[in-house]
């Protein structure tokens, strides 16, 4: 009897101790690798992530500084309201036009229902131009061909003497919103 008392006994102190103090190690142990191949996907998708942003920066660093200038021009991070009012009287005196009656305005929600969510913003320059039909298309041809993204919205006209006309003209213009 003395004999299997001893073998008894460890035997319940070992599944006592692996009850209590092993089984709680090993269920650490899981956690900590659990934790562990968490960290490691994270790691690896900021390997990913590090590796596009250097591509992107690569191909940034590409454009030339020009070539940023006339993105800038194209797409402005402003509204800049004295530059659009400036292009525009460029583009008409080149074809020997004058704009007058010159009227900026910004552009928010155009829906007027809930938040503005776009990522650009709407300024509408409003301007008249007296002139003949042929230079009125040559000057709409000459927005169109401009560097800064417009939409002509409107154009309202009224006949005047000897092939002069005068034409009341919407433009639209864009810029990014800082994010």
Excluded: C, H
């Amino acid at each position: 009897m003395k004999k299997l008392v001893l073998p008894i006994f460890l035997i319940i102190v070992s599944v006592g101790l692996v009850i209590w103090y092993v089984q709680p190690i090993f269920s650490e142990i899981s956690q900590i690798r659990s934790k562990q191949n968490e960290i490691n996907q994270a790691l690896g998708t900021g390997k990913e992530l590090s590796a596009v942003v250097e591509a992107k920066r690569q191909v940034y660093n590409q454009v030339t500084e020009a070539d940023r200038v006339r993105l800038n021009k194209l797409l402005p991070d402003n509204t800049d309201n004295v530059r659009l009012i400036i292009d525009i009287n460029e583009i008409a005196s080149k074809i020997g036009l004058t704009i007058r009656n010159i009227s900026v305005g910004i552009n928010g929600n155009q829906s007027g229902v809930g938040p503005d969510n776009r990522e650009y913003g709407v300024a509408t320059l409003n301007f008249s131009v007296s002139a003949s039909y042929g230079l009125f298309k040559v000057l709409i041809a000459a927005l169109e061909d401009s560097l800064r993204l417009v939409d002509v919205s409107s154009v309202s006209f009224s006949a005047g003497d000897k092939d002069l006309n005068e034409y009341n003209i919407e433009i639209k213009t864009y810029w990014l919103k800082s994010l």
